[in-house]
């Protein structure tokens, strides 16, 4: 299992290697390769996070990450205008999910929150006493600031109809690996050699739409971490894990 220091301590996180832990809830039973134990898991865990986004408005958050291992949660903040990361931890409640430990971290830091501004009549003030129970972290930026990641816009169904890997996109010989793969299909699946008609078509649009991408390429942009969860202030949301990326790239 993958080790990071936090505050001192060698903590492990979610994402590590040995074993795969589902990256929402931190389960390991049958996790296999996924990175998710389920839709539904992965989307809960979104859902909590995007109901605590007043929070990171109220700390003037440019950006943030989440992250937990088997004793805390972990949030990393970068306010506008500090050059600081502010981490916040709490730790993990035996029976309760991340994401619940998470709402309780963010329910208590909020009421603090909203305590100081009733006393001092002041958001600044507010501000400025919850970002202090921060731990300060004097480590560079971009360890909350994701590079922009380029995804090729391609869909995935695409891809397996042809029987083909996104790593094959990186190719100089990309048409030709599409089209052979498309050969390899039609003598599978066509009408005629007694194949589905209705797969036969799918096979066909996911080739059309293959070599129109392969002779136009085009990606989309977006910034993210392959095993945190990211925040970004601008877009007030929170953006789960990324895919990993093709060795290679």
Known sequence: MMKEAINGMLVPVAGGKEPNRCLSCGTTEHIGRRRYCSIDCRQRLRQRLDMRCGLLQALNTRYATFYFSDLLVVMDVLPSGYKEIHSFFFPRTPGKTPGEDFGR?????????????????????????????????????????????????????????LNLE?????????????????????????????????????????????????????????????DKWFYEGDKNHWVQPTPLQPKGR
């Open 105 to 161: 971290m963010a329910d208590i830091l909020g009421e603090t929150w909203w305590a100081e501004q009733r006393r001092t009549k002041r958001r600044y003030y507010a501000t400025l006493h919850v970002l202090e129970m921060a731990v300060r972290n004097h480590v560079p930026p971009q360890s909350v600031k994701p590079p922009v990641i380029h995804t090729p816009s391609v869909t995935s169904a695409s891809l397996v109809y």
């Open 166 to 226: 996104k790593s094959n996109l990186n190719s100089p010989e990309l048409r030709k690996i599409i089209r052979d793969a498309y050969r390899r299909q039609v003598m599978i699946h066509h009408p005629d050699l007694g194949g589905d008609a209705q797969m036969f078509r799918q096979i066909h649009q996911a080739y059309e739409d293959l070599i129109r991408w392969a002779e136009n390429p085009n990606f989309i942009r977006h910034r993210g971490f392959p």
